[in-house]
Structure formats: C-alpha cells, structure tokens
C-alpha cells in the first residue's frame, strides 16, 4: 500500500520541544516507520521552513519527507500558516496528478483541509491530533487560532471517509461537531517499547524525591501549577524539561519559581534530546503532567513504559491512559496535586505498583506496532469504501 502522509507544520525530522513541535511531530515520524516495517511505503508531505531543506530527504527505510514549498522558506507559528495553504494544497494536488497514493492521511485541521481539496480518486483519513472546539474552551480570548478553523474542522470531519479518534473522549467531541460516528475509529497513540522500557540507564539526579515534568512550553500544559503544589511538597525536587531558553514559558515558570522562593528546588534543563528522554524518565520517582486540556498525551504513556508512576490531569487521552495505573487530578488544582505527589511519593508500595500496572499496560496497548497495525485496518476499510468504526481501545 502507498500512503502519504501529511503534516503541514509538523515536520517529522524537526527537533521536539518548542511551541509547535511536540507529540505530532513524534507521532507521525513514528507512524510512518512502523507502517514501513509493515511493508507500506510512506512519504510525509510536509512545509518546507528553511532554505537549507532539500525537495526529500529519506526517513528510514520505505519513508520519505517531502518538503513543500509553500510561503517563505521560515519557521511559521501554526496559527499564521493559513494564508500559504492554497500553495501548499495546489502542490501536493500537482504531486499526486502524476503520483497518486492509495490513501492519504491528514494530520491537523489544515492538512485535512488541504488533502481533502487535492485528493482525487483515493480516500482521505484524517487525525486532528487537537480541535479548535476544545481550545476555545479552555483558552478564550488567548486562543489564536483562525477565526475559520471550527467550522473547517466540521467540514472535514463530514468529509473524510475516516475519521481516527486517538481516544474515547475526543469521540464525543466528534460527534457533538456532528462526524458521522460510523465514520470514526478509536486507535490511540503509540510508543516506542525498545527505548521506553524500565530497563536502562537513568539520569543522574538530586537525593531527595524527584518530580519530573516534561514536555512544550506552553501555558495550557500547567507546569505553573505543579510548581504551585511543590510549594506544599516537602523534601521533593521539580525537573522541567522542555522549550528553549528564551521561551515566554520558561521565563515566566521561572519568575514564578523565583516568587515562591523554591529556586533551589526548581530546575529548569530546556529542551532534552529525544534520545536522552527515557534516562530522564526513569531517574523521576514521579512524572507529572497536568494540561488544562490534553487530546491524547503521550508523555504519561512514556512514563509508565519506563515504569515511572504518573500522576496527571483528568482530561482527555489520560482518561483512557492513566486511569487505573495512575493518579488523575483536577487541572489547575494546585492543592489537589500537592495531596496526590504526597500520597505517591510517601508510599513506596504505590509506587511500585503503579510502576508496574503503568509498564504492563503500555506494553500491552501502546506500541507502535499494534498501532500501525489498527491504522492499517481503517486505510483499509477506507480503500473497500466501508465504514471504519474500531470502538476497541485495547491492545
């Protein structure tokens, strides 16, 4: 089968860490390769940010990264590229007039967009990875979103002919935006068992309990409120992991730190390279992550690879993920964490079992090979023109 993805501000090659790089890039980077170890060959269409891409670049094995040439060749924040997607839709449908997939699969509301207008002859899935529906709930005003983007995200979900879900909640909100529930399928996000396992390295780390929470830096992520509740933690020591040092974020997590008189026990690394994530997992006695609003979450799955107890809020894919073999909180409840990382943090034998039960199933739902597995069967049934709901979120 050939399959092209697309990932318009994604890149999948591009370093994880800042304001628009984060779990997308990862998911379809890792998608894609575990679709090609399956035999499909795979090409990411993605924009091209900087004059030094070339036209493709290989992957791995079977994947190819295709940059298109749509606006100048510079990092875009997300929510500006809308005025260069008509370039990059008259592109990709140029692309596949002489080279055709059998299916596509749009990542993000505007790669929908863009697929759907140059598709011709083959189906379109689409994963939104977050809809505007959901962040202007949570965010207001300080939502910077295209005023178009809601209404597109309706018309995409009526017309794609497969619509994946990467968790249970995010069904609801489909429906709700009136995607034909036939049309959806239920396959979460994936993660690499060979590099998060509870076996390996760990990285060196203080004496005494470490939190460890890691991920973009981006106010709705919360990082504010676990430093808020580590004011309530005794003896405990908060690693953030994450952006780059001139971030907006950063500097404010910091001042707040600076506020609280806890700069001794606040620490502020940047960004980690990909690679060195799983020691920094596994030297946490606990990972905390509590978004405002999170559409599946990849960091609390991570961490339960690696056997590192989570505690994270009750929002989104960690209703699916962590509940059972975590601790859910309510976001932007400073007090309500500050209880949970006592409770966790002061019993060892929760912490093992929590290790254990969070390891046991990652390795049983979450790997990448069991997802690409599912994803295949919805292109699949998109391709027979039959409907595609998978409601199963196990393994």
Not at 165 to 179: F, H, I, P, R, Y
Not at 370 to 386: S, W
Request: aromatic share 4%; glycine share 8%.
């Amino acid at each position: 089968m050939k399959v092209d993805l697309i990932s318009e501000h994604a890149d999948p090659l591009a370093a994880v860490g800042g304001v628009d790089s984060g779990g997308q890039n990862v998911y379809v980077a890792a998608l894609a390769m575990a679709l090609a170890e399956r035999g499909h060959t795979i090409v990411v269409h993605t924009r091209r940010s900087s004059p030094s891409q070339p036209a493709s670049v290989p992957l791995a094995p079977g994947v190819t990264v295709e940059y298109v040439a749509a606006g100048p060749p510079i990092p875009i924040p997300k929510d500006e590229l809308p005025p260069y997607m008509p370039e990059f839709t008259d592109r990709l449908a140029d692309r596949w007039a002489s080279d055709p997939p059998d299916v596509a699969h749009a990542h993000f509301w505007m790669s929908g967009q863009a697929a759907l207008q140059a598709a011709e002859g083959f189906p379109v899935v689409q994963t939104f990875h977050a809809l505007g529906t959901v962040k202007r709930r949570w965010q207001g005003e300080a939502d910077t979103s295209p005023a178009h983007r809601i209404d597109t995200e309706r018309e995409i979900g009526k017309r794609a002919d497969a619509v994946l879900a990467t968790c249970s909640d995010e069904v609801n909100e489909l429906c709700a935006m009136g995607v034909p529930e036939q049309r959806i399928a239920v396959v979460p996000c994936g993660v690499d068992l060979t590099a998060f396992c509870p076996d390996g390295p760990a990285a060196p780390r203080t004496a005494g309990k470490l939190i460890l929470s890691i991920g973009r830096m981006v106010p709705r992520k919360g990082v504010d409120t676990v430093i808020a509740a580590l004011r309530l933690v005794p003896g405990a020591d908060l690693v953030i992991a994450g952006g780059v040092p001139d971030d907006e974020e950063l500097v404010r997590l910091r001042e707040l730190a600076a506020r609280y008189d806890l700069d001794d026990r606040v620490h502020v690394i940047g960004s980690v390279p990909r690679s060195h994530v799983p020691a920094l997992m596994r030297s946490a006695d606990v990972v905390v992550t509590v978004p405002w609003y999170e559409p599946f979450g990849m960091v609390p799955v991570e961490a339960m690879a690696c056997g590192v107890p989570v505690v994270a809020s009750a929002v989104g894919g960690h209703l699916d993920t962590v509940a059972g073999c975590g601790v859910l909180v309510p976001p932007r409840r400073p007090r309500a964490l500050a209880r949970a990382l006592k409770q966790v943090l002061g019993d060892p034998d929760k912490r093992a079992r929590m290790s254990a039960e969070g390891a046991r199933r990652a390795r049983e739902r979450y790997g990448w090979p069991n997802v690409a597995e599912r994803t295949e069967a919805v292109y699949t049934q998109a391709i027979d023109g039959k409907v595609c709901r998978l409601a199963a979120l196990g393994g």
